[in-house]
């Protein structure tokens, strides 16, 4: 089974960091564009960052460009979210997950989130 445990959330002021952690199992790593999509109360999902399979480029959506940082441990079935400079806006569950391609908002798989609460 595919499965993509995220963890790191937490509860930070605003212009705090935190760090998040995926680890992914059950599928051949090396093949998927994998990163992390958010959900924030009441809106859609949000694609955040992403790494691909095809030529290990990273995406960011804008509103966390330069402020998130997307790694990768292929050999450890690894991915991290570095996150500084948070924002009230940035709080929301946030979930590893398998991309259908990077930039593009649609996900194969996905685990249970990780809640990361910015408080202004």
């Known amino acids: 089974d595919v499965q993509l445990q995220a963890s790191g959330g937490g509860s930070v002021q605003a212009g705090g960091s935190l760090r998040l952690s995926c680890a992914a199992s059950?599928?051949?790593?090396?093949?998927?564009?994998i990163g992390w999509f958010r959900q924030a109360p009441g809106k859609e999902r949000e694609g955040v960052s992403c790494i691909s399979s095809t030529d290990g480029s990273t995406y960011y959506t804008d509103s966390v460009r330069g402020r998130f940082t997307i790694t990768g441990d292929n050999a450890k079935k690894m991915v991290y979210l570095e996150m500084k400079g948070l924002k009230p806006e940035d709080t929301a569950v946030y979930y590893c997950?398998?991309?259908?391609?990077?930039?593009?908002?649609?996900?194969?798989?996905w685990g249970q989130g990780t809640q990361v609460t910015v408080s202004s």
């Open positions: 997950a398998t991309w259908f391609a990077c930039g593009i908002d649609e996900w194969d798989y």
């Open positions: 059950g599928f051949t790593f090396d093949d998927y564009s």
